[in-house]
């Protein structure tokens, strides 16, 4: 059992970073704000291809330079409130968060909890 976490352990080193989804909420693309060599802040893209409309989602953001080390890691979320709607199926947000992650220059989302508008969650 030992080497089957140890192999999963080695091939996960070994992937180039990338986006991940949880129960059909998809990151679509994410981007870093950087000034004079610092990031600031990145933006994140979100589809939800779920059949229900999404009013809150959690994330992980992932920070690596351009020699893809990890550079540090920060939480994310947006929830819908009196003047943001819900997210409908097919739709999509684009969020701006703020981050100081010094040496980063590509950023990486890992959805880690939904919250759909019929009172069902999903993750964490």
């Not at 060599?37 to 291809?49: D, L, M, S």
Request: glycine share 8%; charged share 20%; net charge negative.
């Amino acid at each position: 059992m030992n080497t089957i976490y140890l192999l999963s352990f080695l091939v996960s080193s070994f992937l180039p970073p990338a986006h991940k989804s949880l129960c059909s909420i998809d990151p679509q693309k994410a981007y870093s704000q950087n000034i004079l060599g610092k990031n600031v802040g990145y933006y994140v893209n979100i589809k939800n291809n779920a059949t229900h409309e999404v009013d809150g989602i959690e994330w992980t953001a992932y920070f690596y330079n351009n020699f893809d080390d990890l550079k540090g890691t920060k939480s994310g979320s947006w929830e819908s409130g009196n003047f943001i709607s819900p997210v409908a199926t097919g739709e999509s947000i684009t969020d701006l968060e703020g981050a100081w992650v010094d040496g980063a220059t590509k950023v990486y989302i890992k959805i880690t909890r939904v919250h759909f508008t019929d009172g069902t969650t999903c993750g964490k």
